[in-house]
């Protein structure tokens, strides 16, 4: 039986332990203190890649679509200019955001997308047992890199910065309090929102030693383009709370189609019959 109202039916299958647990029970925190700020649940919707993260999709009681590897964020993108009142979280993993999906996350960056993106950043390729990702530590040992991967990882905030990203945060799964308000203003943010989660896969890279040592909570505050940006390039800490944030880019879908509702204001059966008829007559 559910546990509460937005937990589904399906038995959860994550393994005993998984940082996906902290981000599930933040994620629930944050849709009902949405909620008491008068965004209800049926003004939420949400998407999902491919991953242990995808399971997200089959637990959590919202509206949502299930989309391909890599691909949520091109999802997220459409149903957002499909019907501008929704507010748009998209689940992804770091190999499915950051690998197959870079292209996907780096333009809707570029656009200002007003969607939330949530990566649950465990390092690895965890529903595959255990491939490095391109975030994975030099020297990771795993399924793909048995003497441990010779790459440098990326850095996807200061990347998605430099993209035009307007919401840029980092979590930790095992802070849940704090990942939980980082996500509501996340959604509030009228942009594109970026919440790296830093989530140990006990399984196939288990990170919870490490992040309990080097993980800090940042202070509120505005923090100017420079300073955040070099906030995410911090070799020595592991910063966690809203790092950068602004308003003054006009988000996507307002930019395309102003004050345009597709779903609603499009044309009905008869009118768009008419309008082919006109135009083959005319040809």
Same mark, same amino acid.
């Given at each position: ?7 589904t ?12 647990f902290g ?7 944050a849709?009902?203190? $949405? ?6 649940a @049926?003004?939420?919707?949400?998407t ?7 399971k997200?999709? =089959? ?5 949502g679509?299930y ?15 499909? @019907? ?6 998209? &689940? ?8 197959e999906?870079?292209e ?13 993106v949530?990566?649950? *950043?465990? /390092? ?8 490095f ?10 399924r793909?890199?048995p003497?441990?991967?010779?790459? @440098?990882?990326? #850095? ?7 993209c035009g990203?307007? &919401?840029?945060?980092?979590g &930790? ?7 939980? +308000?980082?996500?509501?203003?996340a959604v509030?943010?009228e942009g594109?929102?970026?919440v790296?989660?830093l ?5 196939? #890279? @288990?990170?919870?030693?490490?992040? *309990?040592?080097?993980?800090?909570? $940042?202070?509120?505050? +505005?923090?100017s ?8 390039k911090r070799k =020595?800490r592991?910063p ?8 003054e880019?006009?988000?996507?879908? %307002?930019?395309l189609? /102003? =004050?345009r509702?597709?779903?609603? =204001? %499009? $044309?009905?059966r008869d009118?768009? $019959? ?8 005319? %040809?």
């Amino acid at each position: 039986m559910p546990s509460d109202e937005l937990t589904t039916y399906a038995e959860n299958t994550w393994c005993p332990g998984c940082g996906n647990f902290g981000i599930f029970n933040a994620v629930k925190g944050a849709i009902r203190e $949405l909620g008491r700020k008068g965004i209800g649940a @049926d003004r939420l919707f949400m998407t999902a890649g491919i991953g242990c993260h995808g399971k997200m999709f =089959d637990y959590l009681n919202i509206s949502g679509f299930y989309s391909l590897h890599g691909r949520s964020m091109a999802t997220a993108q459409g149903i957002k200019l499909a @019907d501008p009142e929704l507010k748009v979280i998209c &689940f992804c993993g770091d190999g499915d955001a950051y690998g197959e999906g870079f292209e996907h996350i780096i333009f809707a960056a570029k656009r200002n997308a007003d969607i939330t993106v949530i990566v649950h *950043n465990n /390092g690895v390729y965890g529903l595959t047992t255990g491939q490095f990702t391109p975030v994975s530590n030099k020297g990771f040992k795993g399924r793909s890199t048995p003497r441990g991967s010779i790459e @440098d990882p990326l #850095n996807p905030l200061a990347i998605l910065m430099e993209c035009g990203a307007t &919401f840029v945060a980092r979590g &930790f799964s095992g802070k849940i309090e704090n990942l939980r +308000d980082t996500l509501v203003a996340a959604v509030l943010h009228e942009g594109f929102s970026i919440v790296d989660v830093l989530q140990p896969c006990v399984s196939f #890279n @288990d990170t919870y030693k490490l992040y *309990n040592a080097e993980v800090e909570v $940042l202070a509120p505050g +505005d923090r100017s383009y420079d300073e955040a940006m070099a906030m995410c390039k911090r070799k =020595d800490r592991l910063p966690v709370g809203t790092i950068y944030h602004i308003t003054e880019r006009e988000p996507f879908h %307002r930019a395309l189609l /102003g =004050d345009r509702r597709p779903v609603k =204001d %499009r $044309l009905g059966r008869d009118e768009r $019959l008419a309008s082919v008829s006109n135009i083959l007559k005319n %040809r």
